[in-house]
């Protein structure tokens, strides 16, 4: 992997309440190279969207960085007073919510705001301002922007606003974008044009994504590396096309049967029975321990660290006890291969993706 433009250090987020410390995010350590595409998956509740909040200092008080560091272009950030993590955000690193309109105030026009955004960043008047906005609209895929720039957020389509939404993260020429389910709130179709639009920015301009989601289906399509997380933690870590195919902790495989395969032997889908546990019932021992179908005595008592799984590409990291090398290979396989099928067979395989979309307010 290139140099990382961001680097996380065992990261830690607390929540003081009145019945004591919870801890939201335990450890988490990850980095991100420029140009790549970081998916972090997991359910509501893996603190997913806090870590992507810490990076980009807006996490809500009382939540707080308990531990750990983040260092964004060789420069610690999780320390930066307001004002200088204001400088960086949206300069340096743009980011994406779920809904649009949370982003957009519906009293102005989209103009406006993408003037105001670009001025804020760049040291530029307010004709080379529109001039960029109106750049910016036609690259995300808004036909006639010079007219649709004078246009209110109420008269934009979902799919339209999330794009004026990325097209304000892009406004300061950001190097990283933390998009946080940037698709959820779209229908199928349109969901597929943002992703084709996430792809063609790390690709053309080399911006870092992180993109947050709890669709693991959205993931295979876009990202190059992925973190899958639980109870605040990151159970398994690796390049996509390895974790897709072949899932190493029993959680990651829990998801991925959850998807529909196409062309697939027609069957229902299966589902992880149970569910995320609250932070104050984090369980002792490995926390996904009361839901997995692999879990043994040890799983109860000790908690497994991220460790590099064996039989994988380099690089792919899976907490769990069942790739202790004290248990053999042979065991670990027979086992896994148990519970998840045939993990040899691509769930999905997406190759030479290039998909196309039209834009106007087809979308
Ligand atoms: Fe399941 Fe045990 Fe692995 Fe946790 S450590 S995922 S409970 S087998």
Known sequence: MADPLLRVE??????PTRRGILVAVDDISLEIAPGEVLGVVGESGAGKSLTGAAIIGLLEPPLRIAGGEIHFAGRRIDNLPYEAMRRIRGKEIGAIFQDPLTSL??????????????????DVGPAAARERAVALLGEVGIAAAEQ????YPHQFSGGMRQRVVIALA???NPRLVIADEPTTALDVSIQAQIIALLKRLGRDHGTAIMLVTH????IAETADR?????????????PVQTIVAQPRHPYTAGLMQSIP???????????????????????????????????FDRCRRERPALLPAPGTQAGTDAACWLYDPAISGDAI?????????????????AAALDPRFRGGDGC
């Open 226 to 238: 992925v973190a899958v997380m639980y109870a605040g933690r990151i159970v398994e870590m690796g």
């Open 261 to 295: 395969r196409i062309g697939g032997p027609r069957d229902r889908l299966r589902q992880i029975d149970g569910a995320m546990p609250r932070l104050d019932e984090i369980p002792p021992g490995c926390p996904f321990h009361p839901r997995c179908p692999d879990a």
């Open 215 to 218: 669709d693991m289906g959205v």
């Open 170 to 172: 892009l406004a300061g």
């Open 105 to 122: 105030n519906p009293l102005y026009t989209i103009g406006r705001q993408l003037v105001e955004t670009i001025r804020t960043h760049l």
């Open 10 to 15: 065992h990261l830690r987020i607390e929540v």
């Open 148 to 151: 649709r720039i004078d246009h």
């Open 333 to 349: 396989t027979a086992r896994h291969s148990r519970e998840s099928g045939n993990p040899g067979a691509a769930t999905i395989s």
